[in-house]
């Protein structure tokens, strides 16, 4: 009986623990000073580790690079609607866009194939993609 309770009460903290990190996150990250070029991630509110990992990742390979910015939106969030919209983004996805030439470079597949497990190959695979797309 007491370890039911004990594994309820833990999973009961790390899922507010959880819910309350991502949002602090969220407010920090989202809709950062935008470049002509932008790494958006789409993403929703209840995030799961990878698409943390694409994130984490992504900030890590254009870190440093003045001319890219990386913008996060949820697209659980009703003022998110029409950028999300414009992507067909309903869930965690990640993009290069060209805010000048309205090109879009869809990077989805490409991130949750490396994020999880492979991150120097996820680096390695956006940073092809990021250097193609300019």
């Not at 969030?77 to 879009?104: R, W």
């Amino acid at each position: 009986m007491k370890t039911k309770i004990s594994i309820l009460v833990l999973l009961f903290a790390t899922f507010f623990s959880c819910k309350n990190e991502v949002k602090e996150e969220a407010k920090i990250t989202e809709n950062t000073v935008q470049t002509d070029i932008q790494l958006i991630q789409f993403h929703t509110e209840h995030r799961c580790i990878t698409c943390n990992a694409i994130e984490k990742l992504s900030k890590e390979t254009i870190k440093g690079n003045d001319q890219i910015s990386f913008v996060l939106y949820n697209v659980d969030d009703e003022k998110n609607a029409k950028v999300a919209e414009q992507f067909e983004a309903t869930g965690t996805s990640l993009y290069l866009y060209n805010s000048k030439t309205k090109a879009i470079k869809d990077l989805t597949e490409m991130a949750f194939m490396y994020a999880k497990n492979e991150g120097e190959k996820f680096k390695t695979e956006l940073q092809k993609e990021i250097s193609a797309f300019k």
